[in-house]
């Protein structure tokens, strides 16, 4: 066995390093919204809605395994530290607190109207304070870029302050559609709009921390163990 298969028998690494875990997170955060929308077959009012569905499990344990992965990711500063702590907490929160029943899915009519209302608060709370603390950590990640010379460095600064700007224009296209035009939350829902922004700050979220995560190292690691 240990001839056909020596790389199994190398010493693992004790803890995970940040590379390891921004990789990880980043790829959950980009599978969430293609995944969910797999396994239902349909695209619905918003990857929240998605917790009344089949997809539910998917939904609630990606974001469980980003709160995890959040919650011992320490950076290189306390106060990302803290920062990354609360993100976690708003993650598994979002996940546990569901959204408000979404008009085209019909197989929970019965819920409690009520408990699902307040829950509904909660989860825009801890959905939108952890998307605020996500686009501050890709801001640190810009910073920390900047100061570092490698060839890679500028390109990753790039991609961080691209991410962080769609985050933040994500979260903010459907208020704003609502004040400043004609449109209301019935229309844009219509087209799903806020699945689409929810889906592209999941992405250009996990893209940060995927490039971050170096993914060309860790794909010669895998190669290399072949």
């Known amino acids: 066995m240990k001839k056909i298969f020596p790389w199994l028998f ?14 990880i997170i980043g790829l959950t955060a980009i599978s969430l919204p293609f995944l969910v ?12 809605a998605y917790y009344y569905t089949v997809s539910r499990n998917i939904f ?30 708003c993650a598994i929160g979002t996940a546990l607190a569901p959204t408000g029943l979404p008009i085209e899915i019909t197989e929970y009519k019965d819920c409690l109207e009520k408990l699902i ?3 509904e608060s909660l989860h825009y709370f801890f959905s939108i304070l952890l998307f605020a603390q ?16 490698d060839r890679f460095s500028n390109a990753r600064r790039v991609i961080y302050l691209i ?48 490039a971050a995560g170096k993914p060309l190292m860790h794909l010669k690691r895998i190669f290399s163990r072949i």
């Open 10 to 23: 190398k010493e693992t690494a004790k803890v995970y390093d940040y590379e390891t875990q921004r990789f």
């Open 163 to 210: 991410c962080s700007g769609l985050m933040t224009a994500s979260l903010l296209s459907f208020p704003l559609l609502v004040k400043f035009t004609p449109l209301t939350p019935e229309d844009l829902n219509r087209i799903n709009l806020l699945f689409y922004a929810e889906s592209t700050a999941l992405i250009a979220f996990g893209t940060a921390w995927f």
């Open 37 to 48: 929308t797999l396994i239902y077959q349909r695209i619905i009012t918003s990857i929240s």
């Open 134 to 149: 996500l686009i501050f950590l890709c801001l640190c990640f810009a910073r920390r870029a900047k100061l570092k010379k």
């Open 117 to 119: 209302r307040s829950n």
């Open 60 to 89: 609630v344990g990606l974001l469980f395994i980003t709160g995890f992965f959040l919650l011992i990711y320490n950076g290189r500063y306390y106060y990302e530290a803290l920062i990354s702590k609360i993100a976690a907490i």
